[in-house]
């Protein structure tokens, strides 16, 4: 059984957790990715879908040990519950990310009409992916309600461990032990056409990052955009036992509030409203003087939020800071609980300031 919470609209906080029974799911496309985490693999193997049902599945064109096997695991779940010639596959390539986008913009006409639901799993899939997969789904069928799936995972690193390392080796604010993440150091910064935005201000810029784990790629998107007002967005992970990991962001990330002009709040990684207000709060208050620019480096929820406050203002930049590489070793370990979100379609998105329907 899946535990399955509803994200709602700004009116209702608090995600409402329902339980799903694995029956047959109303979806009639589902996009996921083979992705190296136990997560990825949750929703689509524990999940009924009907004989009229699509799958897009992305693949990794990765040199990771161990790809392979994991890509065949996904296909034969896959060729157990759809039809064959319902099946459609592209790939994110490590060395040429952007081509991703047009591998699905192609994809999407091929797929017979439905009248169902589409679901977009993002529990695999990076953070450019997300953005790009919501953008070209959202614009092919914009009447259309759209379903988030997120499974989050049970064990995240670093570790409680080596959060209390790092603690200790703190000297005068500075950071001495740097706890190693699943993403490797950093490659570029990668701007994608489509979200591009408008650049107005003559240079005067800010940009807000969901700060995260991976200080490395946030302080490579700082120098790249060179911002002059940085906004940090603090991860709030959901129970009690995990709030260290709040102050294992700030700690890692707070020389950074001294290097320029500075904010810092503090939001869900889960419930994506709390992203969207913050990011309206000090839009209103800066738009009119600077250029802003969003790099989403936490959770992939606040990544969905990323893309729906660029939906709504599309003259705002994103950036997506890439690695070289990945250690699977570091990736989130087991399964922990799946939720659902559910979106308006495109062309009511904003009627009465609603962006996520009540579940």
């Known amino acids: ?134 953008r070209l789904s959202r614009n092919y069928f914009p009447k259309r309600e759209q379903v988030i799936v997120y499974t989050s995972a049970k064990n995240y690193f670093p570790t409680y461990d080596e959060y209390q390392k790092l603690k200790s080796s703190l000297s005068n604010g500075v950071v001495e032990f740097l706890p190693p993440t699943m993403a490797l150091e950093m490659s570029e910064v990668l701007m994608l056409e489509g979200f591009s935005g408008h650049r107005s201000k003559e240079g005067v810029s800010c940009l807000a990052v969901f700060a995260g784990y991976d200080v490395d790629r946030s302080s490579g998107v700082i120098e790249s955009i060179n911002p002059s007002t940085l906004l940090l967005l603090y991860g709030a992970p959901g129970g009690n036992d995990i709030e260290w990991r709040l102050d294992l962001s700030k700690n890692l990330h707070r020389r950074f509030e001294s290097t320029r002009k500075a904010a810092s709040e503090v939001v869900s990684t889960l419930n994506p409203q709390e992203s969207i207000d913050i990011l309206e709060e000090y839009y209103e208050c800066l738009f009119e003087d600077y250029d802003f620019t969003i790099s989403p480096v936490c959770s992939k929820m606040q990544t969905v939020a990323t893309y729906l406050f660029w939906e709504k203002y599309k003259e705002v930049q994103l950036v997506f800071p890439m690695p070289i590489g990945y250690s699977i070793d570091r990736s989130p370990q087991g399964v922990g609980e799946t939720y659902l979100t559910y979106l308006h379609p495109k062309n009511v998105l904003f009627r009465n300031n609603e962006i996520l329907s009540i579940g």
Not at 39 to 53: D, G, H, L, Q, V
Not at 110 to 130: N, Q, R, V, Y
């Open 1 to 134: 059984m899946i535990c399955l919470g509803i994200t709602t609209v700004a009116i209702k906080k608090n995600p409402s957790i329902h339980c799903y029974d694995s029956k047959e799911s109303s979806c009639e496309l589902l996009i996921l990715a083979a992705g190296f985490e136990d997560r990825a693999f949750e929703f689509i193997s524990k999940t009924k879908f009907s004989s009229k049902a699509n799958c897009i599945l992305v693949r990794f064109d990765f040199d990771i040990k161990g790809n392979k096997d994991i890509q065949l695991k996904f296909e034969q779940q896959i060729d157990s519950k759809f039809s064959k010639d319902r099946v459609f596959r592209i790939e994110i390539n490590q060395s040429a990310p952007q081509l991703f986008e047009k591998q699905l913009k192609d994809v999407l006409p091929k797929i017979s009409p439905f009248s169902g639901e589409t679901w977009i799993d993002i529990s695999g899939l990076p953070t450019h992916a997300i953005c790009s997969t919501l």
